[in-house]
């Protein structure tokens, strides 16, 4: 049987709330599901976090209250955070980014977590 975990759209306004309610969902409270957009790959791919029959949907409900909280004002934020903590080789991609961010241009970081979901679990996610 399919296991169908639910993330309440309206409470996701940051990056940091999508990592605790994806955890909670899959997991239980306190439960982890990836806490930076790499983990949540692995996890999706089958590492740790990920339900164990891998016969599992992610419905998104009011995904549009995201995807509004984690457009460029969010992303803007999240590359800030980035460029802070990066390898000095990765600055000038990193500040492009933001730039753009800044100015209304480019993928959001809703958009990420959409493209990790396509990319390493085609199917699971249901935008509702």
Same mark, same amino acid.
């Given at each position: 049987m399919t296991a169908t975990y639910v993330l309440d759209g309206t409470r996701v306004r940051t990056l940091e709330d999508f990592w605790r309610?994806?955890?909670?969902?899959?997991n239980g409270p306190g439960?982890?599901?990836? #806490?930076n957009l790499d983990a949540l790959a692995d996890c999706l791919s089958g590492g740790l976090g990920h339900p164990d +029959?891998? +016969?599992?949907?992610?419905?998104?409900?009011d995904h549009q209250a995201s995807r509004e909280n984690l457009s460029y004002p969010e992303t803007a934020r999240q590359l800030e955070i980035r460029l802070?903590?990066?390898?000095?080789?990765? #600055?000038?991609?990193?500040?492009?980014?933001?730039?753009?961010?800044?100015?209304?241009?480019g993928p959001t970081v809703f958009d990420w977590l959409i493209e990790i979901f396509e990319e390493r679990a085609p199917g699971v996610l249901q935008l509702q």
């Open positions: 309610i994806v955890g909670e969902a899959v439960g982890y599901f990836g #806490r +029959d891998g +016969d599992y949907v992610v419905e998104w409900r802070s903590r990066c390898h000095p080789s990765n #600055r000038p991609a990193v500040s492009a980014e933001l730039a753009a961010a800044r100015t209304g241009q």
